[in-house]
T-cell receptor, first 115, second 115 residues
Framework: AQKVTQAQTEISVVEKEDVTLDCVYE???????LFWYKQPPSGELVFLIR??????QNEISGRYSWNFQKSTSSFNFTITASQVVDSAVYFC????????????FGEGTQLTVNP | KAGVTQTPRYLIKTRGQQVTLSCSPI?????VSWYQQTPGQGLQFLFE???????NKGNFPGRFSGRQFSNSRSEMNVSTLELGDSALYLC??????????????FGAGTRLSVL
């Protein structure tokens, strides 16, 4: 069965600090997709990134970067020079090729960036 | 392009009543999925519809049902409401049916309170 674990329930940092959100996943499929979503207080889940299981290349997008390591089943997310607007709940999610578009989410990490 | 629209944003019902939630997907998107978000259980998959047919279903009782119309709009119905049904219900749309390679875009949700 598929499972996603985000061990960090809450993280609090001061503006301009770098912060890494951890995500560990479990799956038996060889083809799967990993996602990060952001949920601000408004409630909408905002898509950030998708990575498939055959692409372990790390990605950087502005202040965001993602580190995908199949050997440790991890897909970690780093925000560089955090800003107050980054405060939100961040979810890591997994979708297996055999389970359709069903997303299995982690518990979420509440990130608070203080000025 | 308009995003995923969910109506209403807030609902208050009493135990035993039934409720219908509505979701309009992004224009051109044909797949609609529903998720329930609660503090205790997190984000859980309810079901997915594509071409007016349910393609995938999560582990929820039969009180939870849905449908999709020919214009891809979807409704979710919960009958005989229980206190535990209080949650944020999120709708997501994607271009095509059921594989993880399709990115799901979420609406802002309907917050249901059952008294």
């Amino acid at each position: 069965a598929q499972k996603v674990t985000q061990a960090q329930t809450e993280i609090s940092v001061v503006e301009k600090e770098d912060v890494t959100l951890d995500c560990v996943y479990e799956t038996r499929d060889t083809t799967y997709y990993l996602f990060w979503y952001k949920q601000p207080p408004s409630g909408e889940l905002v898509f950030l990134i998708r990575r498939n299981s055959f692409d372990e290349q790390n990605e950087i997008s502005g202040r965001y970067s993602w580190n995908f390591q199949k050997s440790t089943s991890s897909f970690n997310f780093t925000i560089t020079a955090s800003q107050v607007v980054d405060s939100a709940v961040y979810f890591c999610a997994l979708s297996e090729e055999t389970s359709g578009s069903r997303l299995t989410f982690g518990e979420g990490t509440q990130l608070t960036v203080n000025p | 392009k308009a995003g995923v629209t969910q109506t209403p944003r807030y609902l208050i019902k009493t135990r035993g009543q039934q409720v219908t939630l509505s979701c309009s997907p992004i224009s051109g998107h044909r797949s609609v999925s529903w998720y329930q978000q609660t503090p205790g259980q997190g984000l859980q998959f309810l079901f997915e519809y594509f071409s007016e047919t349910q393609r995938n279903k999560g582990n929820f009782p039969g009180r939870f049902s849905g449908r999709q119309f020919s214009n891809s709009r979807s409704e979710m119905n919960v009958s005989t409401l229980e206190l535990g049904d209080s949650a944020l219900y999120l709708c997501a749309s994607s271009l095509a049916k059921g594989t993880g390679r399709n990115i799901q875009y979420f609406g802002a949700g309907t917050r249901l309170s059952v008294l």
